[in-house]
């Protein structure tokens, strides 16, 4: 309906609803994502963490297979942030990333329980408060699902880019970080399906790291790969831009949007 109705619609009306119907949502997110106590507390950590790591590199380890054949042993000692159900691959790794993000709605409800327990600077989406309570550890981020943005501030609005791993290019500029690299995502999926929609696992999860990581009865959303695309490339601009740099080492990945590198040659 709404692609029929796009098409019947003269391209700058549409574009003037468009940003009309924008202006308006986020008018109405924007007094508790900004005032709200713990908002303010988040905010505050937020402002603590900016260009706190200057100069210093990263890696964003995304939760492709790619991971089952990537030597995570190399990153125990470096900066490293991790998404959504990376935890599964602590107690193999004998080591826990620096950070911890999780932006999506679906994720954070089905694992809440799990993401308290974690003791790491956890980066989650205002949204999240329905499910997980604000700790010493937590800072809450205004995510968005519209709005294309590349945020360099992370204290403000930050757009999702269909993915968290776009969040956490932009978390990782907010910090400062020179270089930033991505391992584990592959930008590939055997699931296949309309973008967005939501679906229940039926077995072994084919997709990810580890066969639990969305298994059997969990719900989740097919992912968007062409609207990634358009945030890893306001990403790759803003960093360029900035006089620093993303690598992506993932191995065997399909992401074109950043230069490749060889993982064993970083170390």
């Known amino acids: 309906m709404r692609n029929r109705l796009k098409q019947l619609t003269p391209e700058l009306v549409w574009r003037a609803g468009r940003a009309a119907y924008l202006g308006l949502l986020h008018a109405r997110q924007w007094p508790q994502a900004t005032f709200h106590p713990w908002r303010r507390a988040s905010i505050r ?39 959504n ?26 694992t809440a329980a799990e993401i308290a327990a974690l003791n790491m600077p956890k980066f989650l989406t205002w949204r999240a408060r329905e499910w997980v309570g604000l700790d010493e550890y937590t800072s809450f981020l205004h995510t968005t699902y519209i709005g294309p943005k590349f945020a ?3 204290r403000g609005r930050l757009w999702e880019g269909a ?7 932009q978390l990782a500029f907010h910090m400062g970080f020179q270089q930033v690299i991505l391992i584990g ?24 790291f580890h066969a639990s990581y969305f298994g ?6 097919l992912p968007d790969l062409e609207t ?21 080492a993932t ?6 949007v950043f230069d490749k590198v060889d993982y064993a040659s970083l170390f």
């Open 45 to 83: 950590r937020l402002g603590e963490q900016k260009d706190l790591f200057a100069g210093e590199r990263c890696f964003i380890i995304g939760n492709g297979p790619s991971l089952k054949h990537t030597d995570v042993s190399k990153l125990e000692n470096e900066y490293t942030f991790g998404l």
């Open 85 to 110: 159900r990376i935890y599964l691959a602590f107690q193999d790794w004998g080591f826990e990333t620096s950070f911890f993000v999780s932006v999506n709605d679906l994720v954070i409800q089905q």
């Open 152 to 154: 360099r501030d992370a």
């Open 163 to 169: 993915t968290v791993t776009y969040v956490a290019l």
């Open 185 to 208: 995502v592959d930008h590939n999926f055997a699931t296949r399906g309309t973008p967005n929609t939501t679906i229940t696992s039926a077995g072994d999860d084919p997709d990810h």
């Open 216 to 221: 059997k009865g969990f719900r989740w959303q």
């Open 228 to 248: 990634s695309e358009i945030g890893y490339r306001m990403a790759r601009q803003a960093y360029v831009r900035a006089g620093r740099q993303v690598l992506d």
């Open 251 to 256: 191995v065997g990945g399909k992401l074109t």
